[in-house]
């Protein structure tokens, strides 16, 4: 099974920061690489498709790099309404693994 | 628009059993694989079943592998996961998802006694 490994768990950040998360897969998934946000009490909901690809409607402050076992997802400027935490999601055939999520709040 | 809309969550005991639906529209059910994927309280994210499109592959989590059934009705655009010998762990709101990438709103499922 494919593990990610999904670094820092939590940040604190001020508003119009630079923010980069990263996720690390344990085998080369390509560019399988999803990115979704999620709030308090809310469904996730998808950033970035194929690891570089913005969803429809999604601010272009979001962005997602990286192919093989590396992938960054990176926060151009925080606005108040980016704090969620935020997960990667590989998906290997039919099946799905999420990194552990990381807690984006502002500083 | 694509929506997707479960039911059936709610508090059983441990032991018991419950099936979840999935209701799809807004988009041709039977060309997407369709996954169940689970998040305990305060907990990330947890992927448990998947089905493939037409129904001929099914995958699971170890957590739930041979307990719980995912299937799918492509007549009536509906997903279900049927869960037998409910435990206290797999207390979680499940979310349906289309290929991974749309989600519902998710149901609710509490295992207590």
């Known amino acids: 099974d494919i593990q990610m490994t999904q670094s820092p768990s939590s940040l604190s950040a001020s508003v119009g920061d630079r923010v980069t998360i990263t996720c690390q897969a344990s085998q080369d998934i390509s560019n399988y690489l999803n990115w979704f946000q999620q709030k308090p009490g809310k469904a996730p909901k998808l950033l970035i498709y194929d690891a570089s690809n913005l969803e429809t409607g999604v601010p272009s402050r979001f962005s997602g790099s990286g192919s093989g076992t590396d992938f960054t997802f990176t926060i151009s400027s925080l606005q108040p309404e980016d704090i969620a935490t935020y997960y990667c999601q590989q998906y290997d055939n039919l099946l799905l693994t999420f990194g552990g999520g990381t807690k984006v709040e502002i500083k | 628009q694509v929506q997707l809309v479960e039911s059936g969550g709610g508090v059983v005991q441990p032991g018991r059993s419950l099936r979840l639906s999935c209701a799809a529209s807004?988009?041709?059910?039977?060309?997407?694989?369709m996954h169940w994927v689970r998040q305990a309280p305060g907990k990330g994210l947890e992927w448990v079943a998947v089905?493939?499109?037409?129904?001929?592959?099914?995958y699971y989590a170890d957590s739930v592998k041979g307990r719980f059934t995912i299937s799918r009705d492509n007549s009536k655009n509906t997903l279900y996961l049927q869960m037998n010998s409910l435990r206290t762990e797999d207390t979680a709101v499940y979310y349906c998802?289309?290929?991974?990438?749309?989600w519902g709103q998710g149901t609710l499922v509490t295992v207590s006694s």
């Open positions: 089905m493939s499109y037409d129904g001929s592959n099914t």
């Open positions: 998802a289309r290929g991974g990438r749309r």
């Open positions: 807004g988009f041709t059910f039977s060309n997407y694989a």
